[in-house]
């Protein structure tokens, strides 16, 4: 059982470069969704995407861009990366309809230092 | 809006010792209540929820109620071991969306 699959597991990075964060899920949901995690900050809302071919901004979507490739994939881009996007970033995915576990799925998280 | 609020952490027990961990909650309708455990290195795992009012969650002895009246969800656990040592978060997902809404997590530390 792969679940939620991120990659890669930690990234350094130079202000200023961009990268793309990949996200794949193997459980036929419908929703997934980015977060990133900063200490005494919990997780906030980056972007999400209820189904396929479609996306959504979340709490703190500046500096990122988002595609939704298929139902399986959800990948994070930073075009330009800052200092301040240093973060551990968590994808996470959803099913839906009659009997599904309304809780989420996280991946293993990917710590991405910007320096 | 909606909002989750946990008491600040750390929390260091000794082993054995009873656990709780607060959570209330602020938000419109019903929503499902939620808490997640991040061990040290790890993604998060669900650990329990409860859908409505009065249900109770468990998972691994550890318990929540939703309680509705005081907008409430504690974590208890009655005998904690060191293997709890992780991170806890309460969690909201709105009737009216599918955005999950975290606390702002508890670190738990329990010594031999």
């Known amino acids: 059982n792969a679940g939620v699959t991120q990659t890669p597991k930690f990234q350094v990075l130079k202000t200023g470069q961009s990268m793309t964060l990949q996200c794949a899920q193997d459980m036929n949901h419908n929703s997934m969704y980015w977060y990133r995690q900063d200490p005494g900050m919990g997780l906030r809302l980056i972007y999400y995407s209820a189904s396929e071919g479609t996306t959504d901004k979340g709490e703190v979507p500046n500096g990122y861009n988002v595609s939704r490739l298929n139902k399986r994939e959800f990948s994070l881009r930073l075009e330009s990366a800052a200092p301040s996007q240093t973060s551990v970033y968590f994808c996470a995915s959803r099913g839906a309809g009659i009997g599904a576990d309304y809780g989420y799925t996280f991946g293993s998280g990917t710590r991405l230092t910007v320096v | 809006g909606d909002s989750v609020t946990q008491m600040e952490g750390p929390v260091t027990l000794s082993e054995e010792a009873f656990l709780t961990i607060n959570c209330t909650y602020t938000a419109t309708g019903y929503p499902s209540l939620f808490w997640y455990v991040q061990y040290p290195g790890e993604g998060l795992q669900l650990l329990l929820k409860?859908?409505?009012?009065?249900d109770k969650g468990s998972n691994k002895g550890f318990e929540a109620t939703y309680r509705k009246e005081t907008t409430s969800f504690h974590l208890e656990k009655g005998s904690v071991q060191v293997s709890d040592s992780a991170v806890y978060f309460c969690a909201l997902l709105p009737s009216n969306t599918g955005k999950l809404i975290f606390g702002q997590g508890t670190t738990l530390q329990v010594k031999p």
């Open positions: 409860a859908t409505k009012a009065d």
